[in-house]
């Protein structure tokens, strides 16, 4: 069921930045490929500064991926809602992105490989 889902390390230092401040950087990042869809980078969550992310109420489902909780960024002059997502107990194919964090980047945070 999970076979068109791909998650692979990916090299180098990634940082998370919201509202010009720095949120996280990790040096294991996972890239999630999901059939046509474009790649998606997942951080741990431990290497976020998770003071700045409030837990909503707001869910999704994926019928491969499971149940994914939400995540908005607070920053100096705005909170971007919804801005995260984390799958907390995925399928066994797919326990990797367990306790990892995914960005929509079209909403004022930016994932880049420095």
């Known amino acids: 069921m999970t076979e ?3 998650v692979r390390p990916v090299e ?4 998370i ?3 010009g401040a720095v949120l996280g950087e990790t040096t294991t990042a996972l890239e999630v490929s999901e059939g046509d869809f474009p790649a998606v980078i997942y951080i741990p969550r431990n290497d976020m500064a998770m003071a700045f ?3 909503t109420d707001h869910t999704s489902h994926c019928p491969h991926k499971g149940e994914a909780r939400y995540f908005s960024i607070v ?3 705005q ?3 919804n801005v995260a997502w984390t799958y907390e107990s995925p399928p066994p194919a ?3 992105i367990k306790d990892h ?3 929509h980047t079209n909403m004022g945070v930016t994932v880049e490989r420095v």
Request: glycine content about 8%; proline content about 0%.
């Open 94 to 96: 797919l326990a990797a």
């Open 4 to 6: 068109h889902i791909k």
């Open 53 to 55: 992310l409030d837990r």
């Open 12 to 15: 180098g230092t990634w940082v």
């Open 17 to 19: 930045r919201a509202g």
């Open 75 to 77: 920053t100096k002059s």
């Open 101 to 103: 964090l995914a960005f």
């Open 79 to 81: 909170t971007l809602k």
